[in-house]
């Protein structure tokens, strides 16, 4: 590398084809402890437009790529892997930290969900 645009590029090469992917993958656990050190790996941005974004969208129905973040205006059904469904809209604010918390109707809240339980999200 002699240019900055050349270092810019292997940066953004390397958030394309190491961190996205990563970030698609991992626990619940080792997300807790990337978002602490976010800044040294991902530079400036935050950890929630970022980091739990790509995680989230390991589950493409559960976001939106326009805003970045969970997509509240499409009814999901999410299976667990200890067999409960939970049913209703993605509730953005309160779904922190890998924790998926779905309004079901009626008003319910369901309990938070960690993303590393879930197996599957289907869009109703």
């Not at 040294?40 to 974004?53: C, H, I, Q, V």
């Not at 939106?64 to 509240?72: F, G």
């Not at 209703?88 to 924790?99: I, L």
């Amino acid at each position: 590398m002699h240019s900055f645009t050349e270092l810019v590029a292997a940066r953004r090469q390397w958030i394309d084809d190491c961190l996205i992917p990563w970030c698609k993958t991992a626990c619940r656990r080792d997300l807790l402890l990337a978002e602490q050190e976010w800044q040294d790996l991902a530079g400036r941005p935050a950890p929630e437009k970022t980091l739990w974004f790509w995680a989230w969208s390991r589950f493409p129905n559960l976001i939106s790529s326009d805003l970045t973040a969970l997509n509240e205006t499409h009814s999901v059904s999410v299976q667990c892997r200890n067999g409960q469904t939970f049913t209703g809209y993605p509730d953005a604010r309160r779904s922190q930290a890998g924790q998926l918390i779905i309004l079901g109707t009626g008003g319910q809240m369901s309990p938070p969900v960690s993303i590393d339980d879930i197996i599957a999200v289907t869009r109703l």
